[in-house]
């Protein structure tokens, strides 16, 4: 069994910067996807980033040169820097760790403002 806790979300003006971190706590292996999801109110949850072991990442069009996930394989940690936010971004983010396509945990969300 695998439980995520995210951190660091909150309010931001336009164009700053947030830094989401994600601890997944139980056993995290090599071949466990690592990502980032995000729903907007009536919206269906969606992709943000997702990121392997190997440090190669997947990411949404509309993050694309603004926001960047990493991942600490010795702290079971995945990260995602957002940069230049927009209300658009505005959503509650999920951690994520998606097991061979047969497990997918979810962490409880956190929620990410952006407005003046």
């Known amino acids: 069994q695998v439980q995520l806790v995210e951190s660091g979300g909150g309010l931001v003006q336009p164009g700053g910067s947030l830094r989401l971190s994600c601890a997944a706590s139980?056993?995290?292996?090599?071949?466990?996807?690592m990502g980032w999801y995000r729903q907007a109110p009536g919206k269906q949850r969606e992709l943000v980033a997702t990121i392997t072991s190997s440090g190669v990442t997947n990411y949404a069009d509309s993050v694309k040169g603004r926001f960047g996930i990493s991942r600490d394989n010795g702290k079971n940690t995945v990260y995602l820097q957002m940069n230049s936010l927009k209300p658009e971004d505005t959503a509650v983010y999920y951690c994520?760790?998606?097991?061979?396509?047969?497990?997918?945990?979810w962490g409880q969300g956190t929620q990410v403002t952006v407005s003046s």
């Open positions: 994520n760790v998606n097991r061979l396509n047969l497990n997918t945990y």
């Open positions: 139980g056993s995290i292996f090599s071949f466990d996807v």
